[in-house]
């Protein structure tokens, strides 16, 4: 079971703290707490709004939500077990991961929930006057100054937040929203990663087995006065190579499998079971239709969504220069999507295609194999030369894999800029 804070008092689990958001996101957490105070900045969430029928509430190093009916009992009893799916993770990530919990909670508690971008500035002016108060407060504490000028700080930039701010509760959703698909687009990512360096480590096994044989008989050549020193030290250093990328591989097996599961809600030390792969062909991966689906990315894009309600406000607030100001930013941003969203999909027929050459190759590998194997048998190739083409064989295997996972994972990105507004 998930070792995590669950919906029903029952089903209580130990609360765990996801992984750190990645850069870019704490980047605009840190953004968004200068202007509008605590609410979480690590939010690894998928879910923004919160449940109709449920109820958060924070005991202690627990969080607990109780009476959410939003699931059948069917899917409950697939999210409570202790396999992670890879159709699971969007509900995972929001019924489970801590910082999404307590992200919503908040939420649902903010006192901008009915407010408009004038009245989000007469707000922050009162936050402002308040933390200044609590300073003033404190001049003659001993051993408070240092409280009273951070809260000084925190005063003069909510008042230049203030000045010009455009975001009404409308902006704060559809930041929270961003943040969290771009989670569950990292989850996924995660997954996939997961798999690939698995399948890199099955692979390196063959081929240090091979390096090793190899080194070996560069020795026996040596000895037998039929090799040199040069091919003994450059089979040793191909072998060491491969044994120091198999430790990497093993680093970096545990890292993945370490933040996809704490993202989706477990203990980072827990030994849950990473389900299978999902199932595509690549013709149905590259079946998109680019013009379609831009204009629908357009109008899901949510930096996009945002700019509009920040020209709209600007707009209201009578003050033209700061309409200029968000009408040149929209366009701006515009134009990056339109170029980011050719990138994405430009990866996509790009995956596809080294897809299908990684096919193409593994079948000449199979063939180079079939000869060896003749080869040897016949004497004419000795049994280096054949673990040569083993290795070959399984190296080309590998590639068909990961190019698999790659492709795999280009569609899902480009999904996410289509469906959900995120690139």
Request: proline content about 1%.
């Amino acid at each position: 079971m998930k070792n995590n804070s669950f919906k029903f008092e029952n089903h209580k689990k130990n609360k765990v703290s996801a992984r750190k958001g990645q850069a870019a996101l704490f980047a605009a957490a840190l953004l968004y707490t200068a202007a509008y105070g605590s609410i979480n900045t690590f939010a690894d969430s998928v879910a923004v709004y919160p449940d109709i029928n449920s109820e958060i509430k924070s005991i202690g190093s627990e969080v607990k939500q109780t009476n959410n009916f939003s699931r059948g009992s069917e899917e409950w009893k697939r999210l409570e077990d202790n396999e992670l799916d890879w159709d699971e993770i969007p509900a995972l990530v929001h019924e489970y991961n801590a910082n999404v919990i307590t992200n919503r909670s908040e939420l649902s508690k903010d006192e901008r929930r009915s407010m408009d971008s004038e009245e989000v500035s007469s707000y922050l002016l009162d936050k402002a006057s308040d933390y200044e108060s609590q300073a003033d407060a404190m001049d003659d504490v001993s051993g408070k100054e240092l409280v009273a000028a951070n809260l000084r700080i925190q005063a003069n930039n909510l008042r230049r937040q203030a000045d010009s701010n455009l975001d009404d509760f409308d902006v704060v959703k559809l930041s929270y929203e961003q943040i969290e698909k771009q989670t569950v687009l990292s989850a996924k990512t995660q997954f996939l990663d997961y798999y690939t360096a698995l399948l890199s480590k099955d692979s390196s096994a063959s081929n240090l087995e091979y390096l090793e044989r190899a080194y070996n008989s560069a020795v026996n050549r040596k000895n037998a006065a039929v090799g040199t020193e040069l091919e003994v030290l450059t089979a040793k250093l191909a072998w060491d190579d491969a044994r120091a990328n198999a430790v990497t591989l093993d680093n970096k097996i545990t890292a993945n499998r370490q933040s996809l599961i704490v993202s989706c809600g477990w203990k980072y030390d827990a030994d849950a079971v990473i389900g299978k792969l999902p199932e595509y062909d690549a013709q149905t991966i590259a079946n998109v239709n680019y013009e379609e689906d831009k204009k629908k990315a357009e109008a899901a894009n949510i930096t996009l969504k945002i700019d509009n309600i920040r020209v709209k406000n600007a707009s209201d607030s009578g003050y033209q220069t700061l309409v200029e100001e968000q009408k040149t930013n929209l366009k701006e941003d515009l134009d990056s999507f339109g170029i980011n969203f050719k990138a994405a999909y430009d990866g996509l027929i790009n995956a596809v295609t080294a897809y299908n050459n990684a096919v193409g190759a593994k079948a000449n590998s199979d063939k180079d194999l079939t000869f060896a194997n003749k080869q040897y048998a016949l004497g004419m190739i000795s049994m280096v030369e054949l673990m040569k083409a083993e290795n070959s064989a399984v190296a080309a295997h590998a590639s068909v894999s990961s190019a698999y996972n790659q492709m795999v994972l280009a569609r899902v990105k480009y999904d996410a800029a289509v469906n959900d507004g995120i690139l």
